[in-house]
């Protein structure tokens, strides 16, 4: 996959400031109860643009700009997701540095972070409507039926399939026709809005870490007209909020497309960073985003898919791939390895030792890439999450702040922000902890 750097400088940079600002004081004063990942994001601008289970809290960027000991301009997020972080650094005044491995995933963010002329993207809107009854896509349709999972397309496999054949059709129109524009930024925004509609006209749904097929799917009749009704609706909502909080602190960002453990050496100074990487819960996130990833063209070969997944944390065991060692800097960390190896047996697929060992490793590497280029008295704010195997569980946070610690960071403190539940398969009851670790340098 290609690295690349957008840096938007056609904006004046903004005066710094740490204080609070005209989206800070509309955040309110929430108790920190419910800064939790999945918690926070509902009815915040933008967010609804593609929905997202467990959407970053804009409150706790906020939280951590407000008790940093130094001045805040510029804040990393070496794991963008949903662009939550980057965005409220915009309204706060700070000059954002994102790195995202999932391509539709940084356009999102890219799409966010963009400033827009609203009559510029209302005569593209229009053009696209002209154009798509006429665009011809039974190119496009053979190239998806050959490159992407059977299941795709009508008549699937097994009898299942994701999209009814009327309705990829429709909907490769809207692609199609948008590949036509010719500004890039006001591309971008259209294919991230008809990707926000890809699961709504589907016969699948987003649960828990991957989708399954709606209840009752067989009768569930999606016509092609459902594709034009919810594109123009993603439309016009994206423009309310474009046009109501266009006017930011701060314009300019930095967003990096790639692997984050090689990526975070190539970042500039930094005054904070605020994250949540993936948990190490066997969960492969880019199945999330499986569908828009298909059907809107990032993935045209199974060796793209292979490499997508290979550019992401070793948090899942969905890839045959070699697991780095665990490192050392943690004595719980090897305890619960070696009672992780004496359950193999017990365990539903070998490769979870090596999987949570080469998951520290990889966080050691983003972490220590990090720490020379954060500035002194600079803290991170990271929300990490427990996992569970074989009833062994492993303490995320523990071992993190203990690698931290042989890295050279201050453990500030830790904090619990919620209680997640175990896979189903072990029982589906509340257990794992989710905690905000602080560093500080």
């Known amino acids: 996959m290609q690295t690349t750097e957008r840096l938007h400088d056609q904006f004046p940079a903004q005066p710094e400031s740490n204080a609070p600002s005209m989206f800070e004081s509309w955040l309110g004063d929430r108790a920190i109860a419910y800064i939790g990942t999945n918690a926070g994001a509902v009815g915040i601008p933008f967010q609804d643009w593609r929905r997202f289970k467990e959407a970053f809290a804009p409150e ?23 662009g939550t972080s980057a965005l409220a650094c ?24 963009t400033m827009y002329d609203l009559s ?6 229009k053009r696209i409507v002209a154009k798509v009854d006429v665009i011809d896509v039974n190119q496009a349709l053979t190239d998806l039926r050959e490159c992407a999972p059977p299941t795709f397309v009508e008549p699937g496999l097994g009898g299942k399939y994701v999209f009814r054949r009327k309705v990829i059709r429709r909907f490769l129109q809207y692609r199609c026709a948008i590949e036509k524009i010719r500004d890039e930024s006001v591309r971008r925004l259209f ?30 009749d999606i016509r092609s007209r459902l594709v034009d009704d919810l594109f123009a609706a993603s439309f016009e909502n994206a423009t309310k909020d474009i046009a109501s909080f266009g006017h930011r602190l701060a314009h300019r960002y ?57 550019q992401t944390l070793s948090s899942h065991v969905q890839l045959s791939r070699h697991y780095a060692p665990a490192p050392s800097g943690s004595n719980l960390l090897r305890k619960t390895l070696k009672k992780l190896v004496a359950r193999r047996n017990q365990l539903w697929h070998r490769d ?31 929300v990490v999450g427990e996992s569970r195997y074989a009833g062994i569980k492993i303490s995320t ?7 931290a610690e042989s890295i050279g960071y201050q453990v500030r403190h830790a904090e619990p922000f919620r209680s997640m539940r175990v896979a189903p398969q072990q029982g589906g009851k509340p257990g794992l902890a989710e905690t905000l670790i602080v560093l500080q340098k």
Do not use: H
């Not at 280029?373 to 600079?378: D, M, N």
């Not at 946070?397 to 690698?403: E, F, G, Q």
């Open 60 to 82: 706790l960027v906020a939280r951590a700009i407000r008790e940093s000991e130094i001045p805040v301009t510029r804040c990393l997020d070496p794991f963008g997701g949903s």
């Open 90 to 113: 915009q309204f706060l005044g700070v000059y954002p540095v994102t790195i995202e491995v999932n391509p539709y995933l940084a356009d999102l963010i890219e799409a966010k972070l």
């Open 120 to 125: 510029a993207l209302t005569a593209a809107f």
């Open 191 to 220: 294919r991230v809005l008809l990707g926000s509609i890809a699961i709504p006209v589907s016969n699948v749904t987003i649960s828990g870490k991957g989708r399954r097929y709606r209840g009752g799917w067989e009768n569930r």
């Open 254 to 310: 930095s967003l990096l497309r790639g692997d984050a453990r090689t990526l975070t050496t190539s970042v500039e100074e930094f005054d904070l960073a605020v994250f949540s990487p993936p948990y190490p819960n066997s969960a492969d996130y880019t199945d999330v985003y499986n569908v828009e990833l298909w059907v809107l063209g990032y993935l045209r070969s199974k060796e793209n898919n292979v490499a997508l997944r290979a």
């Open 352 to 382: 979870i030792p090596a999987m949570v060992g080469a998951y520290f490793s990889d966080m050691q590497a983003v972490l220590t890439a990090m720490y020379p280029r954060l500035k002194s008295k600079g803290k991170v704010f990271m």
């Open 397 to 403: 946070a523990p071992i993190l702040s203990d690698i």
